[in-house]
């Protein structure tokens, strides 16, 4: 089953005087790009979250945010008095106008005015961030396989797609040829020139040789059925899908060039569409 980058999880835990939020959103990335925003408060681990987010998502652009609600009367923000009394004294020192008030206003707005004192967590309360976080994680992913599931869905039409257009190419296929041998013959005939019939068949048969397609066939099925076979073992799939996608353009490209009917060209075109619906999709495949 696919697993999509697109995700989305949200989980909550209570301590007895905190709230912890943990949201987590995920889109489509060539690698892991993990933006955190995080509270002071759980600063120092950090490193810590970002390794357990990264061995879960493994892939996608990630926006990580913990937030906490403080739900008691303590709180370890405290308020630089000297830094404040300095910003005071620096508004005083304009002689603008405005009472104390009015500076003390200002002053706290002021950068480095607000500290906050390091605050030891305890064993239990990281274990609910560890719960929470593990808790979110696994939404995200079951959020990835559903939409994964769509992926899938719409990937394997696209790819039938494909295959029905090449078995239409088969239907002009003998057409093909004998508009090829005619043309060949006109051409020949309106030059009015002496030729050897038995010379003529055997430089024909070399020239469709040049132009036959049952190859870039054979390999585009083989393509197409490794497709599949991805799609239903490899949960971590998309650059891999990306590879052979590749590979069935190759084909499709080929048997273009040397289509020589137009009835063919229009199907290598619209194979060339689903082409394109497939890769798009595939960008945000995990």
Not at 23 to 47: A, G, H, M, Q
Not at 170 to 197: P, W
């Amino acid at each position: 089953m696919l697993q999509s980058m697109t995700g989305y999880g949200k989980s909550e835990v209570n301590t007895e005087c905190l709230k912890i939020s943990i949201e987590i959103k995920t889109l489509n990335s060539k690698s892991l790009d993990l933006f955190v925003r995080i509270s002071p408060r759980y600063r120092n681990k950090e490193l810590e979250l970002r390794k357990i987010i990264g061995d879960q998502l493994l892939r996608g652009k990630v926006d990580f945010s913990i937030a906490i609600e403080n739900l008691s009367a303590d709180n370890n923000s405290r308020i630089n008095l000297n830094t404040v009394q300095g910003y005071i004294a620096n508004l005083e020192e304009l002689n603008i106008e405005g009472s104390k008030l009015d500076f003390l206003k200002m002053a706290v707005r002021m950068p480095e005015v607000f500290t906050n004192q390091e605050v030891e967590i305890s064993d239990a309360e990281w274990k609910l961030v560890i719960d929470c976080l593990t808790s979110t994680l696994q939404k995200v992913n079951e959020f990835r396989q559903e939409e994964g599931g769509s992926l899938e869905k719409v990937l394997q039409e696209y790819a039938h797609n494909i295959l029905n257009l090449l078995t239409e190419i088969e239907k002009y296929e003998t057409e093909r040829i004998d508009g090829i041998r005619s043309k060949l013959q006109k051409q020949l005939l309106d030059l009015q020139v002496q030729f050897d019939e038995q010379r003529f068949h055997q430089e024909l048969i070399y020239y469709i040789e040049k132009l036959d397609i049952n190859e870039e066939k054979v390999r585009l099925k083989q393509h197409c059925k490794y497709f599949f076979e991805v799609m239903d073992t490899d949960f971590q799939a998309g650059k891999k899908l990306g590879f052979i996608s590749q590979e069935m353009g190759r084909e499709i490209n080929t048997i273009g060039s040397k289509a020589n009917h137009p009835e063919i060209q229009k199907l290598v075109v619209l194979m060339k569409d689903e082409l394109e619906k497939i890769k798009e999709q595939i960008n945000n495949v995990l």
